[in-house]
Antibody, heavy 121, light 107 residues
Framework: QVQLVESGGGVVQPGGSLRLSCAAS????????MNWVRQAPGKGLEWVAF????????QYADSLKGRFTVSRDNSNNTVYVQINSLRPEDTAIYYC??????????????WGQGTLVTVSS | DIQMTQSPSTLSAFVGDRVTISCRAS??????LAWYQQKPGKAPNLLIY???SLQSGVPSRFSGNGFGTEFTLTISSLQPDDFATYYC?????????FGQGTKVEIK
């Protein structure tokens, strides 16, 4: 069955960096656009980034441009997001989610369990 | 970005009640609207896409309706497993946005 497993979260100091990974199984990740969505503690969902199936098109939430870099390795069925210059407000659970439909009209039909990023000194 | 506003923010209901959650977009999203259910400590789960299409495996007591800027999610007969937070999401552009969520509580 479709499974997405995020990893790479942890506690990091303000100004630090992290790379999160999302390993896919049960489907060919190269056939799908993939997304990152985050959720701050006790808050709602915030879309972070999208990467098209072949990596040629990438979109970021306007408020996050410049610090986030999404990439993918279809040969390893994995998607990544690099987060630089981390701020306390980046503290959140980061989910990867599979996109369905033709971009830009993509909803998210499968989600990982999330990885927690805590930015604190 | 398109703003999504859900109402109410919290809803208290009995098992067996018919429940409706509203979602309003700040501009037309056509029919590109999805609904997700999230339980505490879990990832969101897709319920409905393209306004009223039921995701595989989702019980038929869930239904969606609307177009343009006004949408609803209805649960025809609330079950104990349905107590959760529900989010609408527009995906008409490359900047999808979510509503703030509606928490459905036991009355």
């Amino acid at each position: 069955q479709v499974q997405l497993v995020e990893s790479g979260g942890g506690v990091v100091q303000p100004g630090g960096s992290l790379r999160l990974s999302c390993a896919a199984s049960g489907f060919i990740i190269g056939d799908f656009g993939m997304n990152w969505v985050r959720q701050a503690p006790g808050k709602g969902l915030e879309w972070v980034a999208f990467i098209e199936y072949d990596g040629r098109k990438i979109q970021y939430a306007d408020s996050l441009k410049g610090r986030f870099t999404v990439s993918r390795d279809n040969s390893n069925n994995t998607v990544y997001v690099q987060i630089n210059s981390l701020r306390p407000e980046d503290t959140a659970i980061y989910y990867c989610a599979r996109g369905r439909g033709d971009p830009p009209q993509q909803y998210f039909d499968h989600w990982g369990q999330g990885t927690l990023v805590t930015v604190s000194s | 970005d398109i703003q999504m506003t859900q109402s109410p923010s919290t809803l208290s209901a009995f098992v067996g009640d018919r429940v409706t959650i509203s979602c309003r977009a700040s501009q037309s999203v056509s029919g590109w609207l999805a609904w997700y259910q999230q339980k505490p400590g879990k990832a969101p789960n897709l319920l409905i896409y393209k306004t009223f299409s039921l995701q595989s495996g989702v019980p038929s007591r869930f239904s969606g309706n609307g177009f343009g800027t006004e949408f609803t999610l209805t649960i025809s007969s609330l079950q104990p497993d349905d107590f959760a937070t529900y989010y609408c999401q527009q995906y008409s552009t490359y900047s999808p946005t979510f509503g703030q969520g509606t928490k459905v509580e036991i009355k």
